[in-house]
């Protein structure tokens, strides 16, 4: 798994989620994974070059842009991904730290996005992850929720 676009806490960005991530599930071993994964990260630079959009760098190594949604963050990790000359979904699968924990608003089970501003129930949350997981390969999303909302998990 190779951290390649920061937001949150990681980055100064608009980008709420802390991690985007790919992963090389197609890879034979663990040396072209890692190959994959490297050409996969320049194609992406490539990408958010074109589109005016390479700036900087998140705390943890991924690219930092200032995106306006989750979608759209994905589509360019998509897209970057078939210029790298893999297939989403059986070259590479996609995962979330989503780091909720940071997103409290005032009470366990609300939400407020640090950057966005938008606001959120666990239920409205859970949507929002099961739309995405509906519409792109995501294989994992980490603290998609905060670690005390029990009821929201």
């Known amino acids: 798994m190779m951290n390649i676009l920061n937001g949150g806490a990681h980055a100064a960005n608009t980008v709420d989620v802390q991690e985007f991530m790919i992963m090389p599930k197609g890879a034979s071993s ?14 992406l630079a490539g990408t958010l070059k074109e589109k005016g959009l390479l700036g900087g760098i998140g705390d943890e190594g991924g690219f930092a842009p200032n ?7 994905l589509d360019i990790i998509l897209e970057s991904i078939k210029k790298a000359g893999y297939k989403a979904g059986s070259d590479f699968v996609l995962a979330l730290d989503a780091a909720a924990s940071e997103w409290k ?3 366990v089970g609300e939400y407020k996005m640090p950057k966005s501003g938008r606001t959120y129930t666990a239920k409205e949350l859970v949507a929002h992850w099961k739309d995405l ?11 998609a929720l905060d670690e005390e909302d029990w009821e929201g998990w």
């Open 67 to 73: 995106l306006s949604s989750d979608a759209e963050v």
């Open 30 to 43: 663990f040396a072209e994974g890692l190959r994959w994964c490297t050409e996969v990260y320049h194609a």
């Open 133 to 143: 997981v509906e519409k792109y390969p995501i294989f994992s999303i980490e603290d």
């Open 105 to 107: 608003a005032g009470k």
